[in-house]
């Protein structure tokens, strides 16, 4: 993959893959699917702007969004308060077609807050001070852009799907992550967790530039990521060579 070949806008690979994933179809235990690339388009693009133009040094990549972050804001890790009050991103959200009754949609009036994206979001702050000077280096995006939840309300990650509807979806997002990378020329691409880490390494297998490498998921299902998780993204992003602060 020639990792420096002019792409187009995050804006135009965005709208592309929201296109393509939203004419497959998933089968229960998936009752409700959210794609924030489309209702959320606003903040996303708002996102895509302003932090996203230029090269990028490292490339963060997550999983897909969170039903209280990315699914309410349309911004990777997106909780609101972070992306309101750090980002400095704040706008309309409109309602998806399909709505579940538990994991509503309200955009920028939900309450809830994630965890993830507080971490993650917090830990940029403290270690560059302004967004400006994080995106000068980093740049975030998340591998699939959608968000599963079963009838229950719980939501099912995408490595979960069946095989017959993960085959589609990943060759979706990879080539999305494929262009991405070509868009911000980073010289590092990082798994936030291991399915991200293992998606990076199969769309982009064939540019030996590149460093990939893996750092912990700020989940608070992850034992390790609630005893430190800011010092154990650190020390994950120094063993790629990577230092901050």
Not at 111 to 119: M, N
Not at 137 to 156: D, H, I, M, T
Not at 202 to 224: W, Y
Request: proline content about 9%; aromatic content about 10%; glycine content about 8%.
């Amino acid at each position: 993959m020639a990792r420096y070949t002019p792409c187009v806008s995050l804006e135009t690979i965005s709208r592309a893959l929201a296109k393509q994933v939203d004419a497959l179809s998933f089968a229960p235990p998936v009752d409700t699917v959210y794609d924030p690339l489309v209702y959320a388009r606003r903040p996303h693009e708002a996102y895509l702007a302003r932090y996203g133009t230029g090269r990028h040094e490292v490339l963060l990549v997550g999983m897909n969004p969170g039903p209280w972050g990315m699914a309410q804001t349309g911004v990777p890790f997106g909780d609101v308060a972070r992306v309101r009050h750090w980002l400095g991103i704040e706008e309309r959200v409109d309602e998806p077609p399909r709505m579940h009754p538990k994991r509503p949609i309200q955009g920028f009036a939900c309450a809830r807050s994630e965890v993830s994206g507080t971490r993650l979001w917090t830990w940029a702050e403290e270690r560059f001070g302004t967004p400006e000077a994080f995106f000068r280096r980093f740049f975030v995006w998340n591998y699939c852009p959608l968000a599963f939840l079963e009838a229950s309300g719980k939501n099912r990650t995408p490595n979960h799907l069946p095989a017959d509807e993960r085959a589609p979806l990943f060759a979706a997002c990879d080539d999305a992550l494929r262009r991405v990378v070509r868009t911000t020329r980073p010289s590092h691409v990082i798994g936030i967790g291991t399915f991200a880490e293992s998606r990076i390494r199969a769309a982009v297998k064939d540019d030996d530039g590149l460093v990939v490498g893996r750092v912990l998921h700020p989940s608070p299902a992850s034992p390790a990521a609630n005893r430190g998780w800011a010092p154990a993204m650190d020390a994950g992003l120094a063993a790629l060579g990577i230092e901050v602060g």
